[in-house]
């Protein structure tokens, strides 16, 4: 199937919202719903995209990039004037252009191929997908005469009693060929309850020309909900969540309660994982086969092994080997890396750090701007002092080290391969491999001195 032009509405400010952000630009799923529209249009097919943008323009122009050009919606008017605002950017365009709407985060990709193979088989000027709404208040009615024919779309507050009770809404989502679209929208006026300018008149114009006009209806109404208030974006979000659940479930995953767990839906777990309760994945995290996520467990952009054990710990933009065990209540920060077997215990924070295979933090311990070997332990209380308060440096430990408990490793420093440190030294010179490193005040007792101060 040949692509077509998408046009995404989304000048609109949202005020049921209460919000200065942009409203196509909150999000579901930790993704803004004008990115969402604009996935699923590029999937469906989408070659080149506009976006109409007018509220917080600069906003909306920077989250979409490069990915759609953009024309400016100044006073909001109605969509049909928001659609001929962007006639200038779609000059060289020719064919079949896609108006969607940038508050409709839950459509698909194959809604969207469906409505425009019905779009081409019809040979239509316009194609409106429609949706059967159980409670159709607020929304615009599809009129159709006995024949099935679209006859016109009538918004609420124009609807006559009989044309409120139709349960078939439009989604304002449409397929039009160019070369009508604009010649059909240079007639319509904003005679109506809103005094704007309706893009669903072109529907009566083109129907009253005789021109081809078709409608197929969304297979789940819930895909087509706008969202306009924060009620709204929340249900959205379960939508979107209840469907990526799902889809691992379905993969193999195991998840103890969907009603607590909260994936996002660019996140990968592979097969004989277990999500426990209240654990969250998010942007670009990948799990692998039989691992144990949670209870309390946050990973954000974070790429953990096969059979690896994480709970009650947050982790992000960081890399997690195969076999390894975190928690609980450890966070790892960026740009960590835990190769396979490694140990994090209770209390352990790791910051921009490599971890060697094997290696063992087990508690209380920080971890920041070092490079750690194989087959190392680290005693309780070990901190990599790295910051002399105006630079950060980096502390060297050498694979099958041991650090003692309430150890202090002043970088810039290494501590070779085989070597010991003591515990409760400060290091602020390198330990040879093989070593041991002592770094403490002799210990002095004084008799009696308990009996003298009484």
């Known amino acids: ?78 969509t049909g004037h928001a659609v001929m605002q962007a006639e200038s950017l779609l000059q060289g365009c020719t064919g079949t252009i896609m108006v969607l709407c940038g508050d409709t985060p839950l459509l698909r990709a194959a809604t969207l191929q469906k409505l425009l193979q019905t779009h081409r088989q019809a040979q239509a000027q316009a194609t409106v997908l429609t949706a059967i709404m159980p409670n159709p208040a607020g929304y615009g009615r599809v009129i159709r005469d006995r024949s099935g024919k679209v006859v016109k779309i009538v918004e609420q507050k124009d609807a006559s009693v009989e044309e409120a009770a139709v349960n078939e809404i439009n989604t304002g989502i449409y397929c039009f060929e160019k070369s009508s679209l604009f010649a059909t929208l240079a ?43 924060r009620a709204q974006l929340a249900q959205a979000e379960a939508i979107v969540r209840n469907r990526k659940l799902t889809e691992l479930m379905d993969a193999g995953v195991t998840i103890m309660d969907p009603n607590s767990v909260f994936v996002d839906d660019s996140v990968s777990v592979g097969s004989d994982t277990i999500l426990y309760p209240f654990t969250w994945l998010e942007g670009a995290t990948t799990i692998g086969s039989c691992c144990e996520i949670g209870p309390n467990t946050r990973l954000q ?9 994480i709970h009650f710990s947050y982790t992000h933009e960081c890399e997690i080997g195969c076999g390894v065990t975190v928690g609980p209540y450890v966070h790892i920060r960026p740009d960590s890396i835990l190769a396979d077997g490694v140990k994090v215990g209770n209390f352990v924070e790791v910051k921009n750090s490599q971890v060697g295979p094997g290696t063992k933090l087990p508690h209380l311990s920080y971890i920041g701007d070092a490079d750690l070997g194989a087959g190392i332990n680290i005693g309780c209380g070990t901190i990599t002092v790295n910051y002399d308060g105006k630079k950060k440096h980096r502390t060297v430990i050498e694979d099958n080290a041991f650090i003692g408990c309430n150890s202090n490793l002043v970088a810039p420093v290494k501590v ?39």
């Open 187 to 229: 007639l319509i006026t904003a005679d109506n309850a809103q005094g704007e300018y309706y893009l669903t008149d072109v529907i009566g114009i083109l129907t009253a020309q005789n021109q081809a006009v078709a409608a197929v209806a969304a297979d789940e109404h819930q895909e087509t909900m706008g969202i306009n208030s």
């Open 1 to 78: 199937m040949s692509g077509f032009t998408a046009l995404i509405l989304a000048a609109g400010k949202g005020t049921r919202m209460k919000s200065e952000l942009p409203k196509v630009l909150h999000k579901v799923s930790s993704k803004p719903m004008l990115l969402r529209v604009l996935d699923a249009a590029e999937q469906a097919g989408a070659t080149a995209s506009v976006a109409v943008v007018g509220f917080g323009a600069d906003q909306v122009q920077k989250t979409l990039g490069a990915r759609a050009q953009t024309a400016i919606q100044a006073e909001q008017l109605g």
């Open 416 to 454: 070779g391969s085989g070597a010991y440190v003591a515990a409760g030294s400060t290091v602020t010179k390198n330990v040879p491999p093989d070593a041991l490193g002592v770094a403490r005040a002799r210990q002095t007792n004084i008799e009696n001195w308990v009996k003298r101060q009484r």
């Open 301 to 309: 952009n974070t790429v953990v092994g096969d059979n690896t054990v």
